[in-house]
């Protein structure tokens, strides 16, 4: 099962909301990360957990806060957004420190910043 | 320089048609490459990973060019189903981060 599942799919929030992305995958792997998306662009790394440990902050703006609770799940607390942040949010995963190892992706919350 | 380069495109070819892209990478230590689809509003959904004899998947072939640090994908018999983004990703394996070009759009017509 190469699975990684998102939830929402769709999310509406007004720039004074607070809400969650989240993220659960159960391949084992102990690797995941969060992108985001513009049109037409190349998937954007914003996060990456390794063991269940932030690896790589990619200089994301503090309204946007991941949490990984334990190596299935993945969230993405969102406060304050900028209707910039509009975007599909991707989750994925892998097996951190292997060579050759792919990574999966789940079908990304499209988040809609008013 | 960016880490990934690819082609944008669109490449349009009719059914049937072989189309190739390829895709050059910067890192020399890098040690894993692989080939993503993404379809309009999709996620990337992984296509073939590049192993360095190069490797074949029914009508797509994939090869790995170290020394000219590219890699590309050869798609033969084009179907209609074929139209979509094709990302090529580079994995230094070393960092946990996976370096993506900025796609090539093809787009298959009848």
């Known amino acids: 099962d190469t699975e990684v599942t998102q939830t929402p799919k769709h999310l509406v929030m007004g720039m004074t909301n607070k809400k969650s992305l989240k993220c659960e995958q159960h391949?084992?792997?102990?690797?995941m990360y969060w992108y985001k998306q513009k049109a037409k662009k190349p998937p954007e790394l914003m996060f990456v957990?390794?063991?269940?440990?932030?690896?790589i902050n990619e200089s994301v703006p503090s309204r946007f806060s991941p949490e990984c609770p334990n190596s299935s799940l993945l969230n993405l607390h969102l406060h304050a957004l900028q209707p910039e942040d509009s975007a599909l949010y991707l989750c994925?995963?892998?097996?951190?420190?292997?060579?050759?190892?792919?990574?999966?992706f789940g079908p990304g919350t499209r988040l809609t910043v008013t | 320089r960016k880490e990934v380069e690819q082609d944008p495109g669109p490449f349009n070819v009719p059914e049937g048609a072989t189309v190739a892209f390829n895709c050059t990478y910067s890192?020399?230590?890098?040690?894993?490459f692989f080939w993503y689809r993404q379809d309009c509003r999709k996620e990337p959904k992984l296509l073939m990973s590049?192993?360095?004899s190069g490797n074949e998947d029914g009508r797509f072939t994939a090869q790995l060019n170290r020394a000219s640090q590219y890699i590309s994908l050869l798609i033969r018999d084009s179907k209609l189903s074929d139209s979509a983004t094709y990302l090529c990703?580079?994995?230094?394996?070393?960092?946990?981060?996976?370096?993506f070009g900025s796609g090539t759009k093809l787009n298959v017509k009848p």
């Open positions: 994925a995963s892998s097996q951190p420190d292997r060579p050759n190892y792919e990574q999966y």
């Open positions: 391949m084992g792997h102990r690797a």
């Open positions: 957990y390794s063991y269940e440990k932030l690896s």
């Open positions: 890192n020399s230590a890098s040690q894993s």
């Open positions: 590049v192993y360095s």
């Open positions: 990703v580079v994995n230094p394996y070393n960092f946990n981060k996976f370096y």
